[in-house]
């Protein structure tokens, strides 16, 4: 089964950057759709940001603009750019998978079968 690896989390000014990168050993992502959730404390999961199969991208209102999400090389590692962090990006990040050759779409739903275990960002002065 796969089983998604966050990192790259960590403490950041705010205004400043970071990006995640979520690693599936063994699997390649072609064929999977993938998303990332976020969850800061005492606040409802959140969806954050997907992409198909297709490589189309949706991202949620509070992040759109500013963080992007991408595909990387190897095929088994997608990344999420994060710019102009605020302190309200402070959260748990977590990535998630689902297998899904077919969908040209993806959703910031928590409908996904496989979840990492998340990395911490603080946004922080």
């Known amino acids: 089964q796969p089983q998604p690896v966050e990192s790259g989390g960590g403490l950041v000014q705010p205004g400043g950057s970071l990006r995640l990168s979520c690693v599936v050993p063994?699997?390649?992502?072609?064929?999977?759709?993938i998303a990332w959730f976020r969850q800061a404390p005492g606040k409802e999961r959140e969806g954050v940001s997907c992409?198909?199969?297709?490589?189309?991208?949706n991202y949620g209102e509070a992040v759109r603009g500013r963080f992007t999400v991408s595909r990387g090389n190897p095929k088994n590692t997608v990344y999420l750019q994060m710019s102009s962090l605020k302190p309200e990006d402070t959260a748990v990040y977590y990535c998630?998978?689902?297998?899904?050759?077919?969908?040209?779409?993806?959703?910031?739903?928590?409908?996904?079968?496989?979840w990492g275990q998340g990395t911490q960002v603080t946004v922080s002065s």
């Open positions: 063994g699997f390649t992502l072609d064929f999977y759709m």
């Open positions: 998630a998978v689902n297998y899904n050759p077919r969908s040209p779409m993806c959703t910031l739903q928590p409908n996904y079968t496989y």
């Open positions: 992409i198909s199969t297709a490589g189309r991208t």
